[in-house]
């Protein structure tokens, strides 16, 4: 009921491309879906978040898109960077953000 | 601006023997939170402090894990004694939660890499 299940593990993207990732989850109490970047010996950082009243957000390069009825969300990321090469979180929370459910994280690499 | 500060960065120890980690969070973050991240996997709530008030702990194995958060500033987290499977990094992070706020965004620290022998 908590668990958040995300796809793909691993993410090849050439420079230039659109990157997308999926997250699905089932406990429909959730109300806060953030993503979350992280870079090798650093902690996460937040990316960009949604709430279910909208379908989708973006901030520059960024979006996210929300399907309340399928439960799942995705992030896309345009003209993919080098600098983008990371791992990415989605999570869920219910109510304030204070109790994040975390998805089990997409290594992605963009090649030059 | 100071972010989360975590310390030591890299900790070795041997099974059995004890170990802490130490959380400084932003200042006037009054939440503040362990997460333990197990390689290539996503963070997991072990503890969550609103200001010197453990009010979530439901995930912290309590037979061998213990935290304080004295003064509701800096944060302690402890293991004693260690075994081969706490091996992960362990992660601090802190928000500002107030009534009515409804995304309260939580800031991470590097991480505490524990690795058990």
């Known amino acids: 009921q908590q668990q958040v299940k995300q796809s793909p593990q691993s993410l090849i993207v050439q420079k230039g491309g659109i990157s997308i990732i999926n997250c699905a989850y089932e406990?429909?109490?959730?109300?806060?879906f953030p993503w979350y970047q992280q870079f090798p010996g650093k902690g996460p950082a937040l990316l960009i978040a949604?709430?279910?009243?909208?379908s989708e957000k973006k901030e520059g390069r960024f979006t996210i898109s929300f399907n309340k009825s399928a439960k799942q969300f995705s992030l896309h990321i345009m003209d993919s960077q080098p600098g983008d090469s990371a791992t990415y979180f989605c999570a869920a929370a219910i109510q304030g953000a204070q109790k994040l459910v975390f998805g089990q994280g997409t290594r992605l690499t963009i090649n030059p | 601006e100071a972010g989360v500060v975590q310390s030591p960065r890299y900790k070795i120890i041997e099974k059995k023997q004890p170990v802490a980690f130490w959380c400084n969070p932003i200042?006037?973050?009054?939440?503040l939170y362990w997460y333990l991240q197990n390689l290539g996997q996503g963070p997991e709530l072990l503890i969550r402090y609103e200001n010197e008030e453990a009010v979530d702990d439901s995930q912290l194995p309590k037979d061998r894990f213990s935290a304080e958060r004295l003064k509701g500033v800096d944060s302690t987290l402890k293991i004693q004694p260690a075994e081969l499977g706490d091996s992960a990094v362990y992660l601090c992070?802190?928000?500002?939660?107030?009534?009515?706020?409804?995304?309260?965004?939580?800031?991470f620290g590097p991480g505490t890499r524990l690795t058990v022998l």
């Open positions: 406990n429909t109490a959730f109300d806060y």
């Open positions: 200042s006037g973050h009054n939440t």
């Open positions: 949604i709430r279910p009243d909208v």
């Open positions: 992070a802190s928000s500002l939660d107030y009534a009515g706020a409804r995304d309260n965004e939580q800031f």
